[in-house]
Structures are given as structure tokens and as C-alpha cells.
């Protein structure tokens, strides 16, 4: 009997945290050891209704071995007519006392993090984003070649909420 319980407990935990009427896309790529500066992280968006608004997250797992208390990223947004959008963005991984912000249990932390507000892809064919690292420690020109602790970049589109 106690068996039966926790086996429905369990799956109405997860038919509530899986259920997510907005999401269109949700994906990651897993990070190796280290983040190279020159790795790019790249997503290839499915087809999207034009008439439609999103919402575009970037989304960031980290844990106890990042050693910043922020994230910059170069992102590159791809339309198929060739334009590309480049965009240099921050990003704060933690409060000012330290403690991590994001959210999850143990050492690795997930932050949802917004990227671009009420989006329409109005050209017919692929999008896509790339993602690089773009961290230098304070008073240093060059970047950090491997950057340690991220463990996964991902890339999410809801659909926009309309008011």
C-alpha cells in the first residue's frame, strides 16, 4: 500500500512539473570540461507561426565550480535572409552575498534567463542562435580560455502571453 502511494505521488509531481502550455522549443547542449572561449553553442529553431509572438530564454546550468558572480554572452541570431542580429548580453548568476540564484536542490543550479520579449519570425525558412562565452576576469583584455562550472546552455521559446 505504501508502494502504491508513493508511486502515485510521484506521478502527479511529475504530470504537474511536465505540464507547460507554453513552451514551444526546449533544449540544451551539454558543456565538457570547460566552456572554451571559442566554442560555440549553436540551435537551429523549428518552424514557427508567423503570426504568432514568443518569448526566447537562454537557459544556463551551472554549478559550485563557476567562480563569477555574473555571465556575458555574444549571441547571434540567424535569419534566413542572411541578416544576422549580434548581440552582447549580462547576465547575474548570484546575489551579493554569494548564494546562487537559479534554481535546483544540489550544487547545480538552472537559470532561465531572459533573452528576447515578444519575437515574431516573419521570414519564411531556418532561424537559428549561437551562444558564446564572452568572459575576461576584471582589468585583463584577453578572455578566459576554458571557463569551468557551466555545465549545460540550452535555448528555450514560449509562446508570448498576450494581454
Known sequence: MIKLRLFLVVCIVISIVSCDDNQVFDTYH???????????????????????????????????????????????MNFPNGKVVTDTIEYRMAAPDGQWLGTGFSDLKENKLWYKENVSFKEEGSYSITLQHAMRKNGEVNGISSLEGITDIGFRIENAQNP
Not at 518552424?47 to 563569477?68: G, H, P, T
Open 30 to 76: 551539454t558543456v565538457a570540461n570547460a566552456w572554451e572561449m571559442d566554442e560555440k553553442v549553436s540551435f537551429t529553431l523549428p518552424e514557427l507561426d508567423a503570426s504568432k509572438s514568443y518569448n526566447l530564454f537562454i537557459n544556463v546550468r551551472n554549478n559550485n565550480e563557476y567562480k563569477y558572480s555574473n555571465l556575458f554572452l555574444i549571441s547571434e
